[in-house]
Nanobody
Framework: QVQLVESGGASLQAGGSLRLSCATS????????MAWFRRAPGKEREGVAS???????TYADSVKGRFTISLDKIRNILFLQMNSLKPEDTAMYYC?????????????????????WGQGTQVTVSS
């Protein structure tokens, strides 16, 4: 059974750092491709970062160099470390999982490839 439970969202000022957590399971990260998405008010859901079962990562251009996705296989947690936060990073952040063979490289950060979603955690960055 796929498990995805996000936490760690907060309100903070621009320039700050935050780490989001997604509690998952061994079954999930050994069988699924995982990613973080976000949805800002009035905008479509967009991919932020993804990680394959062998640890290969992909990032959206807007977060490259600022965000890091990682998987802690001891605590079964998918992390998103966010540094140098900007007001435009304000959004609901979601953890998601996809069946690997249903994704092509161009789909790693596209929400339509993901069939499993967490409930989301809110990040608000003020200027």
């Amino acid at each position: 059974q796929v498990q995805l439970v996000e936490s760690g969202g907060a309100s903070l000022q621009a320039g700050g750092s935050l780490r989001l957590s997604c509690a998952t399971s061994v079954y999930t990260y050994t069988n699924y491709y995982m990613a973080w998405f976000r949805r800002a008010p009035g905008k479509e859901r967009e991919g932020v970062a993804s990680i394959s079962r062998n640890g290969a990562t992909t990032y959206a251009d807007s977060v490259k160099g600022r965000f890091t996705i990682s998987l802690d296989k001891i605590r079964n947690i998918l992390f998103l470390q966010m540094n140098s936060l900007k007001p435009e990073d304000t959004a609901m952040y979601y953890c998601a999982a996809a069946i690997p063979w249903r994704l092509t490289p161009t789909q790693f950060l596209r929400p339509e490839g993901y069939g499993n979603w967490g409930q989301g955690t809110q990040v608000t960055v003020s200027s």
